[in-house]
């Protein structure tokens, strides 16, 4: 228990810390809001996904099966699929209630991407092999469509602009919208290093990519540029806020990065990981963000610190002292998992 | 200086006994189709019901009691990609997810103590 101190006017942030997985944390995704809350999914090399309840960080199970790290993860909107990518050259698709493995997709190399339509009909995957390929879920013996094009491997592949189109990010330092009825591509993007992540806000249609120290965000249609931000670290992932009044970014420097989406200032920086950022994303209200690090750990970090929400609670003066029924306590921001 | 914002607690962290994905929570109880292929049928006959509880009920106690006999015997298991290996029965995980075992005899030479994984097995047999 902490000394009793009257209540001060600045908050520290106190992350929420989950522990779990025994290797780096390289991708996390979440549900749409469900009638059960919002759910988080964690894409570890240690081969073993994790779902978790998205406002508290409680772990809700483990998708066992995969025989190799895990690369990419995703939840349908509902939260009743996950979908995962692995470098045992499969993807799998999983039922997110019970834990069960659905179904398995065979590929021919390390499988980074996996992307579900908004109908969950559909799983688009691209990996090593520089294919995306697209799955119609309901006949999972049919062979899925492929699109090749990229002529190095795929890290990142999204669908955009209601399902009509894909967006893929390559190591060949492209990223390209194609039309999923045409398969063909419509617009490249190309750049001098390779961009290190990819996130679609289909409100709005914005596309935030990272590479090198910046963050940047496009027309995810046009594929214009909005605008650019400079980071004071290489940055690995960056994640805008869903009302756009903010943005998220982590990299090499293990640190997490909020900055005013209108001014490109940057607010606030917190330590926290004890490696390198390699995965940021807002929660679907925006209330949280949360972080997965080569440090094993995933942080939930609240957007407006203080404020009472999830396992954060807010002390007002008035609170302090007096006798509680609850045993709250504070942590030190640094706490090893 | 700041304080520090509290928290109710930590994030729970996994257990380590199981895969986790609650059957008793509200989720998995709304969400889930009952496992019972019959009961998925809008009019389920509760007699079909309980014959079908009862045959998954012998066959489940059935394959355990043949873990059970399983014990410190000498299995033989076949294995995708035509491997067939050799070894003494210890235990199994509660997912029955692997095997572990003793003395395993491969290709390649005795491995003293070893984990199987379940899903890599097509077969095993052994003298009861």
Redesign the interface.
């Known amino acids: 228990m ?1 000394e009793l ?1 009257t ?2 006017s ?5 992350p ?5 997985h025994t290797r780096p944390v390289v991708d996390l995704a979440f549900s749409g809001i469900t009638p ?1 809350g919002y759910f988080l999914i964690s894409a570890c090399k240690d081969g073993k996904p ?3 309840q998205g406002d ?10 995969h ?1 190799g790290a895990v690369w990419g993860a995703t939840l349908n909107t509902d939260a ?1 699929k996950a979908a995962t990518a692995a470098a045992d050259f499969t993807a799998k698709v999983w ?1 997110a ?3 069960d493995e659905v179904l398995t997709l065979a590929h021919k190399h390390i499988v980074k991407s996996v992307s579900f339509t908004q109908d969950s009909n559909c799983l688009l995957t691209g990996g090593n092999d520089k294919v995306l390929r697209i799955y119609d879920l309901s006949k999972p013996e049919a062979a899925p469509l492929e699109i090749p094009g990229h002529t190095s491997a795929i890290k990142k592949a999204l669908w955009c602009n209601g399902d009509q189109q894909i967006l893929s990010a390559a190591e060949d330092k492209t990223i390209r919208l194609w039309d999923r009825t045409s398969m063909e591509a419509v617009k490249t993007l190309s750049f001098d290093t390779s961009v290190s992540s990819m996130e679609y806000v289909a409100d709005g249609e914005i596309l935030v990519i990272t590479y090198g120290k910046t963050i940047a965000f496009y027309n995810a249609l046009s594929l214009d540029l909005i605008k650019t931000v400079e980071a004071p670290a290489s940055i690995n992932s960056a994640s805008l806020h869903p009302e756009k009044d903010f943005f998220v970014a982590g990299g090499d420097d293990f640190k997490l990065y909020k900055y005013d989406y209108s001014t490109k200032e940057e607010l606030e920086s917190y330590k926290g990981h004890f490696g390198p950022v390699h995965c940021v994303r807002f929660s679907p209200d925006g209330e949280l963000y949360a972080s997965g690090s080569e440090d094993g750990t995933l942080r ?1 970090w ?1 957007t407006a ?2 404020k009472t929400y999830g ?5 007002l003066p008035e609170d302090l002292g007096a006798e509680n029924s ?8 640094e706490i090893k998992a | 200086m700041t304080t520090p914002v509290s928290v109710l607690r930590l994030p729970r962290g996994p257990d380590p006994n199981s895969r986790g994905f609650d059957p008793s929570s509200p989720r998995f109880i709304a969400l889930c189709a009952a496992s019972i292929p019959t009961s998925a049928a809008s009019a389920a006959d509760p007699a079909r019901l309980q014959e079908e509880q009862r045959a998954r009920s012998v066959l489940r106690e059935s394959f355990l009691r043949c873990l059970l006999s399983m014990s410190n015997k000498r299995v033989q298991f076949h294995m995708y990609e035509k491997v067939k290996v050799e070894a003494t029965f210890g235990a199994s995980d509660i997912d029955v997810l692997n095997f572990q075992v003793s003395d395993l005899q491969t290709p390649i030479g005795v491995q003293k103590e070893a984990l199987i994984r379940c899903q890599d097995v097509i077969s095993y047999c052994f003298e009861v």
């Open positions: 902490s101190k209540q001060k600045h908050e520290k942030q106190t929420l810390t989950c522990s779990g059960y994790m779902l978790r508290t960080g409680d772990w809700i199970g483990t998708f066992l099966g025989k009743t039922d209630v019970s834990g939930l609240q610190v203080g396992l954060w609670k807010c002390v609850e045993q709250l306590y504070t942590t030190a921001p």
